[in-house]
């Protein structure tokens, strides 16, 4: 367990209004990790965060940002959000070990765009 | 990244070994061989990982071939709670920031 939580854990919300999710950890992990999940797409990169105030771009970023203030948070926002953003989202930190890198997961948000 | 074919299901008996082949023949020099498995509607879980020799842990053990082109996740004792689908992904050292791209992977099911 790394100790990462997400919330919410589901939400229901209409076309064009932003919606927050957000992923705490508890053991300073400086990397940090949004993925979507779709069926037949698998697990995609979204955004990801190398410290505070440090994120790039994943694979499939648009009509996303998110924000990293401090350590232990790390915010993903739909600015408007549309019925092609409905998904389960995980958040992933990344932890080194023996020049290899490990990643745990959260629980994950199911999010529906109606 | 190199890439991975894994079979698409595999059935196993409770109690008894599940062996999970994974080919990666372009794997290179650099590349680590990683596990993770994914339960119905959690999030993916590792499992373990390693670069040419095998390796153990508490939940398995990964076996790969000398030539690396190949490997094999053993869960030594499959129980009902070990039913999930399986993945392999082959990943560069040193690329924290990268992604993960999880493939089709193997649905393992356990059997009572």
């Known amino acids: 367990d790394a100790g990462i939580t997400q919330s919410p854990r589901h939400k229901v919300t209409e076309t064009g209004t932003p919606v927050t999710l957000r992923c705490h950890q508890t053991e300073n992990h400086r990397y940090m990790y949004w993925y979507r999940q779709d069926p037949g797409h698998g697990l995609r990169l979204i955004h990801y965060s190398y410290g505070v105030k440090d994120t790039d771009k994943g694979e499939v970023s648009d009509g996303y940002s998110v924000s990293r203030s401090k350590t232990e948070d790390f915010l993903l926002t739909l600015e408007s959000a549309t019925s092609s953003q409905t998904s389960v989202y995980f958040c992933?930190?990344?932890?080194?070990?023996?020049?290899?890198?490990?990643?745990?997961f959260g629980p994950g948000t199911r999010l529906t765009v109606t | 990244d190199a890439k991975t074919t894994q079979p698409p299901s595999m059935d196993c008996a409770e109690g008894r070994a599940a062996n999970l082949p994974c080919n990666h023949s372009?794997?290179?020099?650099?590349?680590?061989v990683y596990w993770y498995r994914q339960i119905h509607s959690q999030g993916p879980q590792y499992i373990i990982h390693g670069l040419k020799n095998n390796e153990t842990n508490e939940m398995a053990s990964l076996i790969i071939t000398e030539d690396r082109k190949s490997s094999t996740l053993i869960l030594p004792h499959a129980t009902l709670r070990d039913t999930a689908v399986y993945y392999c992904?082959?990943?560069?050292?040193?690329?924290?920031?990268?992604?993960?791209?999880f493939g089709e992977g193997t649905q393992l099911t356990v059997n009572p």
């Open positions: 992904i082959v990943r560069v050292s040193g690329t924290s920031g990268s992604r993960l791209t």
């Open positions: 992933a930190i990344s932890l080194r070990t023996s020049g290899s890198y490990e990643q745990y």
């Open positions: 372009t794997i290179s020099g650099n590349e680590y």
